[in-house]
């Protein structure tokens, strides 16, 4: 509601207007091929595995996002999250189908908020984004992951990868092949750590979709 009785402004450079004005829409950096089959990290030609990536267990069959984890796309997602401008959510979901082929699967899921999170924002973005492109996908969206423990999850690094390891379980009946949602994609440990749950209550392909992805200097 409060969303359309605030005057509009773009959470990117503050013009008057939309929430993500066209020219801030534009900018952000598109991730295009060539991809790592594997990770979708951009790489200089196809490779199957790539430098971020290989060696890793990773129990999703490829990950896939729609635009580099910049400045502008960090204000996006932080306004987004943060102050729960939904039509943000819509945006996101729109730049995805624009960049992201729709994946082969049953149905998609999301990456779940831990309580005291969603308390707070009131929300769950990776949950708004799963349902916004489920629509634009024609597939359900069916809420399959919970958390086991308080397991949060930040940002990137090490600290990500310790905390998300068997931080989640699969809720229940399981199609054959699951998309599963996030906003962000840092260091896929938040991605592997869903799929190996889907994977275990049963789904036989599981792939990832963030809005943003964390982008290496190479
Ligand atoms: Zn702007
Ligand atoms: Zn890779």
Redesign the pocket.
């Given at each position: 509601m409060l969303d359309l009785l605030l005057p509009q402004r773009?959470v990117?450079?503050g013009?008057g207007g939309k929430q993500?004005?066209a020219?801030?829409r534009d900018e952000l950096p598109r991730i295009e091929p060539p991809l790592c089959a594997r990770c979708g990290a951009p790489t200089a030609w196809p490779v199957e595995r790539c430098r971020e990536c290989a060696g890793r267990r990773l129990a999703f069959a490829s990950a896939r996002a729609a635009v580099g984890y910049d400045a502008a796309a960090r204000r996006l997602v932080h306004a987004w999250k943060e102050r729960g401008l939904r039509r943000l959510a819509a945006e996101a979901a729109q730049l995805v189908a624009e960049r992201v082929p729709a994946p082969e699967v049953d149905a998609l899921t999301f990456v779940p908020a831990d309580r005291r999170r969603r308390r707070e924002r009131g929300h769950n973005p990776a949950e708004r984004l799963a349902v916004e492109l489920a629509a634009a996908w024609e597939l359900p969206c069916l809420p399959l992951l919970e958390r086991t423990r308080g397991g949060r999850q930040r940002g990137s690094s090490a600290f990500e990868r310790r905390t998300v390891r068997g931080a989640f379980r699969a809720t229940r009946g399981m199609p054959r092949r699951v998309a599963v949602v996030d906003d962000v994609y840092t260091t896929g440990a938040t991605a592997a750590a869903s799929a190996s749950a889907l994977r275990a209550a049963g789904a036989r392909r599981v792939e990832a979709v963030a809005f943003a992805r964390a982008l290496r200097r190479r």
């Open positions: 773009c990117v450079c013009c993500l004005c020219a801030c």
